[in-house]
Nanobody, 126 residues
Framework: QVQLVESGGGLGQAGGSLRLSCAAS????????MGWFRQRPGKEREFVAA????????CYADSVKGRFTISRDNAKGTAFLQMNSLKPEDTAVYFC???????????????????WGQGTQVTVSS
């Protein structure tokens, strides 16, 4: 079992930056991928970005490509989401998730096999 705790959410301004953290505990050795998802008001949860936990690959949703960067610190068991050039439409609850199996860019993998955090609110004002 992997437990995940997000932090770093809050209020940002359009054009500004925020950095989210996701601290993992428990069976960290079992993680093969870490991802960030978000749920905007009135919308379904959607994929944002993901990273291989044991390799070098990353992937992003088109809506955040070039603005958001996912990274990780394996020694600390923590993943990060650096969000730059924020837009009001980035307002959402952001969740991190971890998967034990291959296919870290597959959102289906996270929905069916993932461990999830409780989420952190990000609000971007115009």
């Amino acid at each position: 079992q992997v437990q995940l705790v997000e932090s770093g959410g809050g209020l940002g301004q359009a054009g500004g930056s925020l950095r989210l953290s996701c601290a993992a505990s428990g069976s960290i050795f079992s993680i093969n991928g870490m991802g960030w998802f978000r749920q905007r008001p009135g919308k379904e949860r959607e994929f944002v970005a993901a990273t291989s936990w044991k390799g070098s690959g990353t992937c992003y949703a088109d809506s955040v490509k070039g603005r958001f960067t996912i990274s990780r610190d394996n020694a600390k068991g923590t993943a990060f989401l650096q969000m730059n050039s924020l837009k009001p439409e980035d307002t959402a609850v952001y969740f991190c998730a971890a998967v034990p199996n291959w296919g870290f860019c597959s959102s289906t993998n996270y929905y069916t096999s993932g461990s999830w955090g409780q989420g952190t609110q990000v609000t971007v004002s115009s």
